[in-house]
């Protein structure tokens, strides 16, 4: 890893909805799977190398050890060819029909199968995302009740956050057995929860929902949770044992901390105890402070963009100012992402309906044709793609 990481994403997420009953496959709503090529060529045209992508696991993966490869097979060698470096997202907000929802306590075991069986297919792949954004992934499948299981309970949302943080450790361990320098961006949402007034109960709303957004990248990297946590934790049913054994392990080491930001992760707790969204209060500078103060490890902007196509530019240009800043500080952020490459569909509703709305928040148009955000990454990109990558630094040492 030699370069600054200047990267994009395709939309890959595919969750289901209506009880199981629709599969909100991303990929197919944005026609990826008609402009693939195309759309592998426009992130070289904007003078990227780095990708965020992901294959869909629900058609890829059709049963325990039973694989089809067909798409990936013809999508691998036009990113070989076109000199793109691929992080690859393996799990991005949903799981094959076979393995039901995020409640099946067999996930962390069969998605490291999953893991072992596509590093040895490709196994010139050095960057991988096992489980993308396992707090989000969680809450709106457990706790929010809109994707997958539906469910809204606390013990619900332990059980999915277990297996999800799980999941992604024995992923992470499959691959290095397979691939000792292997790379892992763990992307997660950089959330905040601010109380809107001094009220003692309001302040111990949003302490907790602040405690909460750490304990999935907490299992993941072996950080002791606070008391409280730790009892609500085994309160809703995650075996001591098995938290103990997540302390004990050392994946993080590999790991660059991936910290998605849009103007929706800062949220209000209202003097009714309810969730609100704020708006982009503090950004992603002070809130990313927070998570390397945590976890101490190199960190990549991951995802970010917003709904208003002519703002775009002015949010980007924002956005690399937060980097710019926080590394004359010493936090070692290694990349920075545009996400998406093309616009993407309902995620104006966070992906709970099928209405098929235009979110324009891409690169480029559904239609590939390039919105004014694209020529000022491609100028930004060009203007600092000799960005040093702070190396020498302890945090950096990914062995």
């Known amino acids: 890893m030699a370069d600054f990481m200047f990267a994009t994403g395709i939309e ?3 969750p289901t909805i209506d009880g199981g009953r629709w599969r909100r496959d991303q990929l197919a709503e944005t026609d990826h799977y008609r402009y693939w090529r195309r759309d592998l060529e426009l992130v070289r045209e904007t003078g990227l190398k780095y990708l965020r992508y ?33 992080i690859i997202d393996l799990c991005h907000f949903g799981v094959p029909d076979w ?11 069969q998605f490291a199968r999953y893991a072992a069986a596509f590093a040895k297919r490709y196994e010139w792949v ?8 396992m707090y989000v992934t969680a809450r709106m499948s457990a706790l929010d009740g809109v994707w997958n299981e539906q469910m809204k ?5 332990v059980t999915a956050t277990r297996n999800v943080a799980k999941a992604s450790v024995l992923m992470m361990q499959a691959i290095l057995n397979l691939r000792p320098d292997a790379i892992f961006v763990n992307s997660e949402s950089s959330e905040f929860y601010q109380p809107c007034c001094p009220d003692p109960e309001i302040q111990r709303i949003a302490d907790f929902e602040n405690r909460r957004r750490f304990i999935a990248l907490d299992l993941l990297f072996a950080k002791p949770v606070r008391g409280d946590v730790y009892c609500y934790l ?21 790991s660059i901390l991936g910290l998605d930001y849009y103007e929706w992760n800062e949220k209000l707790i209202n003097s009714e105890g309810r969730i609100e969204m704020l708006g982009e209060l503090f950004g992603w500078y002070v809130i990313t402070q927070q998570y390397f103060r945590r976890y ?104």
């Open 296 to 399: 101490r490890r190199p960190v990549m902007h991951t995802e970010t963009n917003t709904p208003d196509a002519a703002e775009a530019p002015n949010w980007l240009w924002r956005q690399w100012h937060n980097i710019q800043l926080i590394r004359r500080e010493g936090v070692p952020v290694v990349g920075f992402t545009w996400y998406s490459l093309q616009d993407q569909v309902d995620w104006n509703i966070g992906l709970s309906e099928a209405l098929g709305n235009v979110f324009p928040v891409g690169l480029y148009d559904l239609n590939r044709d390039p919105r004014p955000v694209a020529q000022a990454y491609k100028y930004l990109v060009e203007m600092y793609k000799d960005e040093p990558l702070l190396g020498g630094t302890e945090t950096l040492e990914l062995k």
């Open 126 to 133: 050095k960057f991988f995302t096992p489980v993308n954004e």
């Open 234 to 254: 085994t309160d809703n049913g995650f075996d001591r044992d098995e938290y103990d054994w997540l302390m004990r392990q050392s994946v993080g080491r590999h």
């Open 54 to 86: 992901g294959f869909p696991m629900h058609l890829t993966w059709l049963g325990e050890d039973r694989f089809d490869w067909t798409f990936p097979d013809l999508v691998m060698p036009k990113m070989r060819e076109l000199g793109i470096e691929p």
């Open 12 to 14: 890959c997420s595919d």
């Open 99 to 109: 393995l039901e929802n995020f409640q099946n306590t067999a996930i962390p075991e």
């Open 153 to 157: 309970s606390d013990r619900a949302y």
